[in-house]
DNA sequence: CCTTGAATTGAAGTGGACTTCAACTCGACC
DNA sequence: GGTCGAGTTGAAGTCCACTTCAATTCAAGG
């Protein structure tokens, strides 16, 4: 078994593309030793962090967020388990709120729906404190803030729920 | 009670930016009829598209699977309770799958923290079929497929769980 | 009628997360 | 020692979901 990783077996490994991996490093998620040659030669333990990241994407943390989190782990000695279910530990908290909050999604939907309704200020799906995911990509400038707004909702007059 | 909205009050009561809906507007998510001078006046119907596309978003479904669920709506009379009904039956199951992910994947984490190990094949957090939300952003057509590549982890060797 | 805040447009810019390209060098094997 | 796939770089391109800008027109109140 090598000791270390040619970019394109971390990248078979991990199911990431070299570019992605190159990225990385770049936003400074990973590193890499250099051959004489000046190739990357990555230790095997990049492969956590790379497992890492791509977890901790799937539940919509953005990399620079992820970089944030990494750097909590110790830099002058190779991570141990310890450290690794620290870090994980707070994650598995995020997780845990999201799936709160999609889960009240999902019921708050439910409810609404019987009245055909999903009018916003008055469905609790649209509550702005209880953000779920990311803010989505794009340029985000514009409202300071879109205050709260209360209004009665004027869209739920009309038919109940049907059979 | 006004039968129409203005962008600005659409905005304002919704939440979202005028220039928002003036991009979904040319995405064909929402429509908006004319006055005489060429200014938008929105239908109250449409507050609950604007919802149902921000409730949406929040699960991760992109503007374009959006588009294609609000086309399932009648186009010939306004929507009935039933209709989105309908529609958001199907978003509830989307979003139960959803939680179940995202459950999993704590779960999985949670097993894998154990031995500190988080690496990828090994740990069910890689699965590919089990895709949780949207790929993300950015121009992805490299890899084809990034296969299984299945292979022994060997990164799990070291530490025991600790205290 | 005049003002003033809101609306209009198309084009260009933004941010995040990458990918693609071109030109070049490494390095493992025959 | 030659070949050829894998690796290197920086710059530029891409996609999504918007935002920002500038120049201009609307529309409601005084």
């Given at each position: 078994m090598q000791e270390s990783l040619t970019i394109g077996q971390l990248a078979a490994r991990s199911g990431v593309a070299p570019s992605a991996l190159r990225y990385y490093e770049r936003l400074g998620l990973i590193r890499a030793d250099r051959t004489g040659g000046n190739q990357r030669r990555y230790a095997r333990t990049e492969l956590r962090r790379v497992a890492f990241i791509r977890v901790s994407q799937q539940v919509g943390v953005s990399l620079e967020e992820i970089r944030e989190a990494l750097d909590s782990l110790p830099a002058s000695r190779t991570p141990t388990a310890a450290d690794w279910a620290e870090l994980s530990a707070a994650w598995r908290a995020r997780l845990s709120e999201k799936i709160r909050l999609m889960t009240k999604l999902r019921d708050d939907l439910d409810g609404c729906i019987g009245c055909g309704c999903l009018s916003l200020q008055r469905c609790v799906l649209y509550n702005p404190d209880d953000k779920l995911s990311?803010?989505?990509?794009?340029?985000?400038?514009?409202?300071p803030r879109p205050e709260p707004a209360a209004s009665a909702c004027g869209d739920c007059a009309s038919a109940p729920a049907p059979a």
């Open positions: 990311g803010e989505g990509p794009g340029a985000r400038l514009m409202l």
